[in-house]
């Protein structure tokens, strides 16, 4: 009984460690169009920042629906959020992975 108990707690912080380990990603906002906001990463780009993939902004979640080749220069992804309006073009964001939002 303390083996498994100690293997479920060793798990249990393995995979909050893993979570707490999500990587953050910066960038710039270049452009907005309705909910559409364009943003110039800066550094290097995790390797979950792909098209269709759910972000966490400051403002609130996001979709990126738009994304370039990998080797484009500046990296420039286009996401989807609600909440564009309360963002300014010049803005630094910081993001990091999302959960999958679901509608009533």
């Known amino acids: 009984m303390k083996r498994i108990l100690t293997a479920l707690v060793l798990i249990s912080v ?3 460690s893993a979570l707490a380990a999500t990587k953050t990603v910066t960038g710039k906002v270049t452009a907005i169009a309705g909910t559409k906001v364009t943003i110039a990463i800066e ?7 792909k098209k269709n993939g759910f972000v966490k902004l400051k403002v609130g979640p996001g979709k990126i629906v738009e994304v370039p080749a990998a080797d484009a220069t500046p990296f420039t992804i286009v996401v989807n959020t609600k909440k564009a309006a309360d963002m300014k073009v010049g ?4 993001f990091e992975k999302g959960l999958a939002v679901s509608g009533c």
């Open 14 to 16: 393995m995979a909050v």
């Open 43 to 49: 550094g290097d780009r995790a390797d979950w920042v």
């Open 91 to 94: 803005d630094i964001v910081t």
